[in-house]
């Protein structure tokens, strides 16, 4: 199928759309519909865009302003805002679409004898005062344009020892995944796996371009190659020289001297304009002048460093991470402002009770563990629960009344499944009690509760950062931190040790006197409102240290925290 | 599962898979109203047939085929109709789409970042023609230009887009 077809298919359906296709028109789209496959696939994508576009404008998602960074606060519930990542606009009239999704409602409604709840049913019980439900409402794709690159990936980066970066490029972590372009490091192995399934081991200082899944251009640096029989063909360039893999292991050496190819194992391809191409076996090695001439070299395996040999690199650098983790823990669980503080390093695998690891020790504070298992931490030394079945949690009694509050805890996503995926949250909700948690839209959300249940008075202000989450940051270990700070009536969340978002809370709607009670991490216990959509809030992932402080820390101390703790 | 919780799933279901059964519908019929009309009638059909819904088997797919049919008698009732696809073709149609409106949530949050790549005029007139469902006429009246000029902006706003939805879900895929 010609692009031709394409446009033709295109403009036929746009008369189509406009009432403008004659009969003859008409005959003409189907007879191109009926030739191919592909034809069809086109023809399908620009109607289920024009499906989505005419959805999402039902749902009045046609804002497209860049509005990133920008802490978003919903004040006001309205019971017909209830879907979490639609929001009808105020005073919307009912829309064809809205026509037919409550039609649909009514219809199961009645046939059910009861009402349901579907997405524009009324949601929320009146009766009721959860103050948090759905408007929270954001529209979804605010992600920042720079991080979807990751999705559009070549490679993943899966093992990175002793690295530094050049001054001008941002340092990057195990699992982020290389856009095509280039990709640099001044010091230490990167290990690179490629999406066609070639691994490569790079040692800095080097400087590589990557092309596609399969080919990345070499400027300087020593690397390893890898390529299992699946990823044959996997190619490196320097200059007008490719080296094509054959299936094999070879190393690669680029200086200002030349290049140096080795093949360690299994056979490598050298191809170079203008020159007859040359085949590369297991034990054989050559070197490329800058003048183009080969000569013959000696295979030094030694000097490329092997997988093997980078893993047992990594463990030591895993084990030294965990040591300084494991002094600065021993320093943190002395500080006075300290509330509560698990670090998860119990050994006993058995035991139901999450013991907190203030000093001095404070048994009252320990946590009964239900339904979630133990499973691996940051480091293997350590463990950490993991939160899977709606059930799952991990129960905690606080007693006390405080001001200022730091939420720290370092936990691995598996997927944001809820609504409203908890971190933390207090049972009843009350007044002065704080919620913190993740949005499906992946925005961590925290509000405190201005008012008593039964009484008249604003609704809790919610405190929204941007979406920070994304599929590729899937089993990964995040750190979060929220600190509601009292004297500035600020609210500031941070990922990783960096500000997501600060957001001012108005006066009418902020609590100097905060408390938590009895409360659940990972889980909610007692919904104030019956509906399992938003009551169940069952985190998936994993939780590895968790504290809470009755003060409000500094950006300092948050990076700090991130630094010390990072596996 | 007693009758209640199996009535609960089946909504639940039904709600969440709204949106893809109105992309698959759609793509089959071109025509917004029309579309409204036979998902109601497959909605219903859906609820009558709720004893062959099994809870443990996807529910998509079963709706799916039952849309399938009822688009298809759609098609066969309204003959004399004005009709983008004959039911044959719709048949034939029905497999891709099927396969992509399974994939419509992923669509719509891969268009959101794609319409911002647009100018801010194309974008305007793409706004004004999917979202706002105003005709092509009114809105080269609104906007001060010719409709050919209109439809020609239009259309290369389309390939964009679509382009640029189709990579980027391969790109979430990929990762």
């Known amino acids: 199928m010609t692009p031709d077809r394409f446009k033709e298919l295109n403009s036929l359906l746009l008369d189509w759309e406009e009432g403008t296709l004659n009969e003859a028109g008409v005959e003409r789209l189907r007879e191109i519909l009926r030739t191919d496959d592909e034809s069809r696939a086109h023809y399908v994508r620009l109607q289920m865009m024009t499906a989505a576009m005419s959805l999402d404008g039902e749902a009045g998602l046609d804002d497209f302003s860049a509005d990133d960074g920008v802490t978003q606060a919903i004040e006001d519930v309205s019971p017909e805002d209830v879907s979490p990542k639609v929001r009808v606009p105020a005073g919307a009239s009912l829309s064809r679409y809205g026509r037919w999704m409550l039609a649909a409602a009514l219809l199961v409604g009645l046939l059910a004898g009861r009402l349901i709840q579907l997405e524009l049913a009324d949601h929320a019980d009146k009766s009721n005062e959860g103050d948090e439900p759905g ?224 000093e001095p020790a404070n048994s009252e504070l320990d946590g009964a563990i239900v339904g979630a298992d133990r499973s691996p931490g940051r480091w293997l030394a350590k463990s950490s629960l993991e939160f899977k079945r709606p059930g799952d949690r991990v129960r905690v ?28 949250l207090t049972d009843g909700y009350n007044k002065g009690e704080p919620h913190w948690q993740i949005l499906d839209t992946g925005q961590l959300y925290f509000s405190v509760r201005p008012r008593e249940r039964g009484e008249e008075g604003p609704v809790d202000f919610k405190a929204l950062s941007p979406p920070f989450w994304k599929p590729s940051l899937s089993g990964r270990w995040l750190h979060l931190a929220t600190v509601y700070n009292v004297p500035r009536a600020s609210i500031t969340h941070y990922l990783n040790g960096e500000v997501l978002s600060e957001a001012s809370v108005p006066t009418e709607k902020m609590v100097e006197e905060t408390r938590i009670g009895t409360a659940s991490i990972g889980n909610w216990s007692v919904p104030t409102q019956a509906d399992s959509r938003f009551a169940i809030r069952n985190l998936n992932g994993s939780m590895d240290e968790f504290a809470l402080f009755a003060a409000a820390l500094t950006t300092d101390e948050i990076k700090e925290i991130y630094h010390n703790g990072k596996p | 599962m007693t009758g209640s919780d199996k009535t609960e799933h089946f909504v639940q279901q039904l709600a969440t898979h709204q949106n893809r059964l109105y992309g698959y519908v759609f793509s089959l019929l071109g025509d917004h109203t029309r579309t409204a009309d036979v998902l109601q009638e497959t909605n219903m059909v859906l609820w009558r047939k709720i004893d062959e819904f099994q809870t443990d088997k996807a529910f998509l797919p079963w709706a799916f085929a039952i849309a399938r049919f009822q688009v298809l ?9 004005r009709l983008l696809l004959d039911a044959e073709l719709a048949e034939t149609v029905s497999v891709e789409t099927e396969r992509q409106a399974q994939h419509l949530d992923e669509l719509r949050e891969a268009l959101r970042p794609c319409m911002r790549t647009l100018s801010a005029g194309n974008r305007d007139l793409v706004e004004r023609r999917y979202f706002r469902a105003m005709s092509i006429s009114e809105i080269a009246q609104e906007v001060d230009r010719t409709v050919s000029a209109v439809k020609v902006a239009l259309l290369r706003s389309r390939r964009h887009l679509s382009e640029c939805i189709q990579r980027r879900m391969a790109a979430e895929g990929d990762a």
Request: hydrophobic content about 35%; proline content about 4%; glycine content about 8%.
């Open chain 1, 397 to 424: 009694q606080i007693q006390g009344e405080y001001g200022s509050l730091t939420f720290s805890c370092w936990v691995k996503i598996d997927s944001l499944d809820r609504w409203f995926n908890s971190l933390f």
């Open chain 1, 135 to 358: 408007s929270s409402i954001v529209v979804t794709d605010k992600r920042d344009e720079s991080e979807e690159a990751t999705s559009r990936g070549v490679a993943l980066i899966t093992r990175l020892v002793d690295v530094t970066w050049p001054a001008d490029q941002r340092s990057m972590e195990v699992g982020d995944a290389l856009p095509p372009g280039a990709f640099e490091i001044a010091a230490g192995y990167a290990q690179i796996e490629f999406f066609c399934g070639a691994t490569v081991i790079l040692e800095g200082p080097a400087e590589i371009d990557l092309k596609s899944p399969q080919l990345a251009t070499v400027h300087r640096g020593t690397l390893r190659a890898q390529v299992p029989p699946a990823a044959r063909g996997f190619s490196l360039e320097v200059d007008d020289l490719k080296v094509v893999d054959l299936g094999t292991e070879f190393g690669l050496s680029v200086t200002d001297e030349g290049a140096n190819v080795q093949v360690f194992d299994g056979e490598v391809e050298l191809l170079q304009p203008q020159s007859t191409k040359r085949l590369l076996t297991a034990g054989k090695g050559l070197v490329r002048t800058p003048d183009g001439e080969y000569e013959e070299t000696v295979v030094t395996p030694d000097s490329f460093l092997d997988i093997a040999t980078l893993e047992s690199r990594a463990q030591g650098q895993h084990d030294e991470r965990y040591e300084r983790w494991r002094s600065w823990s021993e320093e943190l669980r002395r500080d006075p402002r300290l509330i509560t503080y698990y670090a998860f390093d119990q050994t006993d695998g058995w035991n139901r009770r999450l013991t907190n690891s203030l």
């Open chain 2, 73 to 81: 008698a759609h098609l066969r009732d309204k003959k004399r109709d």
